[in-house]
């Protein structure tokens, strides 16, 4: 092995240990720890975090990769550890630790306002924080960008390399074209799904033992993995043999934990799925956000919400609820969940306007990083937008601009991933079926060739190959938003029996 | 403040957070973790032992520790913790790297020889393991030991300053006189205790809500503590408003998940009353094993095992349980859950024989430390002493010698505490019962004074009054063993109707 591999090797395990440990204090916080411990507890985080901090930015380390990025007998693994290790110490470099410090201050203060204001639905209360944060964020992006790129595409390139506003512009247009009327004529349509019996009693303890079997049966492997609770369903893991995903179980709403279990599932299944040598190093994880949620996606959607997926599974479903869906035939269950429903919350969007959630977003983080839009005329911009392509329009800020916590976390760019996470589950979902079934797999109640072969063409490879990369090589072509725009205007035309064009 | 002893505090911050973190990895490996991640999450655990041992074991804090041992304007707490840390450092520094390294190894090893031999019931399996590991402990404590000292009290040292063979030999001598004889009269008439009913199906959900009352009853902090469930139960504590506790339930013996609740309730309440100046500081636990040991045993036999107790208490647990308890009467409840009966398992055993398990093992240990009790000897001295003192002798091995872990581990000297706590615990609830009404407060169903008069004298200090100071401040005099050999003769003389002497 390269001797400064080699050294590198005591320091990346080191790095390994405390990141594990703050995942564990994160999941512990989610899942566990008494309310009354977090204060304290988060001294010792801040703790450990100074820790990981220095055990990257140093001397010695620096050096190593420095030359080791010279180095041509490096594995392909190795080649990715330190590629990846290096994006991450200069960005670190690039910014003033004082500013980081101050920006780290502000970021803490700012969700907590956020919270407040979306609490008191006051705009205004967050206002000037957001403004602040916005100034950092350019302030940042200018650092890292390089030469003549837009702060945004410097936003964007930290959250998703190589989609930047001129890959991402033609595919929001491409989807404000196609799914906005897609959309209006589907909804026109609503009166026919009648969600009520999915709004019964569904007993708590009974959904548990359902979605406990569930996952186990779309393919998380309990031996390596756990299933808990918490208020927001999450998944996060240790290393490959160490991946956890939550559950919220609501008694009248039974679809809720059913899909957060289909899509934790995806995303824990990917990282399962990691291989050996990587894992409990810098590449061990998914290649990117998108990637991550194209496989929760996949899963959730592609999946989870088709009629093969039920035929065997919606049996079961109806053994541990006879009396609440006794009537409701395995048809009628399958068009319930898959309803489309312009609606004002991002978080509870079904598959079809999902994405012009994700929309909006990116249009106005555009404008307000590369723009002039100023955060006093937000909320109006934001009203304006919903109206236009959802047809709903909030009645107030906490149902608007105040819903979602990225931006006072500093996050602009990452809203993006949602949407490029579908688009990539409809790519690869096109290119899977030239070689398998699908839909007979999943009609015998056999997904291990699905997650064979997801394994084989992208888990495995972690985040040695970047996310357009490991596209272009497990599908046949670069990044191609038509697939998705086809997968939606096909399966939502033949649910609502729309006319085709 | 001491300008060394402000530089120290980064240190201390540094080394609670990665014990922080290594007690987090420890709760989850036994309350949650997959059966799958132990291998890989051992190596990250390994990763932050070893950073917590450099964060002690460097020259700056060497120093730091040498000038601070010479201050005078230091606070107890601080003082205290100069102690400690000193002590700790010491230790380390005193064995040669590489012998603890190989002792590490060892200890590694011996563990899973011990727990294979058990299972096998294969004593000579672990013989050669043992001897080794008795090599390493008389090495190490040759190393630690003060001029003079036996091999062995430098050992009791570790775990009990200042209760060295010339305290422990008179108080064992005491136990062996007074107590192996009132067992034997005792256990003489059991025939009419019969715990059958205890033995019926008492369903294990409704046992987790008695028991979560119970803690809640007897002053454990849901805000400050969380209680889940493990194979063997335990407390632990990342900081003061961080507490846990574990319980196992067994369907037939509804007891035992009652009296872990109580008992670790007891470790729990000292942890969450240390005083907040010491939590997140090598002088935030609790005073000794011995001490600790104390707290969890007054809860769980002086207070939990008394009929007061039990008098608002048992109404409670027949409303849970009325179908298994209906016919049977308080006086006769508590009358079962204090059967004395004389038993191969220190783990099972109850109030009044527990003393003499460890009784055995405490003289067991001098012998083969200081005295010549070789490895080979050792099954047969066992199983004579449990005949001579208990009446009861072991049919092999694994319900004699190898029942316990500890020596595997290289634990000698630790066994005395759990005598020494029951002890301790006689003699502070009898200072108790001068400044306050005990069984009144029970009748009541109000713990609070109680609690507050531990809080006061025991609790808050954590470490900074060693454990002797504790109990002679505590109780007004040194350890005096007598209290603990009238309290329990008083007691089982009473609950069997034997005759007085």
């Known amino acids: 092995m390269n001797q400064d591999y080699q050294t590198l090797t ?8 405390l990141r594990a440990a703050l995942t564990l204090f994160d999941w512990d916080t989610e899942t566990t720890a008494p309310p009354k411990s977090l204060e304290l507890t988060a001294r010792m985080v801040g703790q450990l975090s100074s820790l990981d901090f220095e055990a990257l930015v140093n001397d010695e380390v620096r050096k190593l990769l420095q030359r080791l990025a010279e180095a041509d007998d490096l594995t392909p693994a190795q080649a990715a550890v330190v590629r990846l290790l290096r994006k991450e110490l200069e960005n670190m470099e690039k910014i003033p630790p004082k500013e980081y410090r101050a920006f780290c201050e502000l970021q803490a ?50 959250y998703e390399e190589g989609f930047t506003k001129e890959v991402l512009d033609p595919f929001f247009a491409l989807l404000k074209e196609k799914i906005v009327p897609l959309l209006k004529k589907a909804a026109a349509k609503n009166a026919s799904f009648d969600k009520s019996v999915l709004r019964r009693r569904f007993e708590i303890e009974k959904q548990k033992e359902f979605n406990r079997w569930l996952a186990g049966y779309i393919g998380f492997d309990f031996d390596r993995g756990v299933m808990a609770e918490s208020e927001h369903p999450f998944t996060t893991e240790l290393h490959n043999h160490d991946v956890r995903i939550t559950n919220h179980y609501h008694e009248e709403a039974v679809e809720n934990a059913i899909f957060s279990t289909i899509h934790e599932g995806g995303h824990a299944i990917y990282e399962m799925n990691v291989a050996d040598e990587l894992t409990q190093t810098p590449a061990g994880g998914g290649a990117s956000c998108g990637m991550h949620e194209s496989q929760s996606r996949f899963m959730e959607n592609m999946l989870g919400r088709s009629h093969a997926f039920w035929e065997p599974v919606y049996p079961k479903l109806k053994e541990y609820f006879p009396e609440q869906l006794g009537e409701l035939a395995l048809n009628d269950f399958v068009r319930l969940i898959n309803k489309a429903e312009p609606s004002l919350i991002r978080t509870e969007a079904d598959e079809l306007t999902y994405c012009l959630h994700v929309m909006i977003r990116y249009e106005l983080e555009k404008e307000l990083i ?3 839009l100023s955060v006093e005329e937000l909320p109006q911009a934001w009203n304006d937008r919903y109206e236009a392509y959802l047809g709903v329009r909030p009645q107030n800020d906490r149902e608007g601009v ?17 949407a490029l996470g579908n688009a990539f589950a409809a ?58 725009i086809d997968y939606l205007t096909e399966k939502f035309t033949k649910l609502y029996e729309l006319e085709t064009e």
């Open 370 to 372: 590369d723009g002039d």
């Open 10 to 17: 005591s320091h990346i395990e080191k790095m390994a240990a």
């Open 402 to 418: 105040l819903q979602d916590i990225h931006w006072s976390q500093g996050s602009f760019g990452y809203f993006p991933s949602y």
């Open 427 to 484: 790519q690869i979902y096109h290119a899977m079926k030239k070689d398998l079934a699908v839909e007979e797999c999943l009609r015998n109640g056999d997904l291990r060739p699905i997650r064979d072969w997801l394994k084989e063409k992208i888990h495995r490879f972690g985040q040695v190959k970047k996310t357009r990369q490991l596209l272009r090589e497990a599908t046949g072509e670069d990044f191609n938003p038509q697939y998705y």
């Open 109 to 158: 203060r700012a969700t907590s306002v956020w919270a407040q204001a979306k609490q008191n639905d006051d705009f205004d209360a967050f206002a000037p924080v957001l403004a602040d944060m916005i100034g950092y964020v350019k302030k940042f992006a200018g650092y890292r960008r390089k030469e003549g790129q837009s702060l945004y595409d410097a936003e964007l390139n930290e």
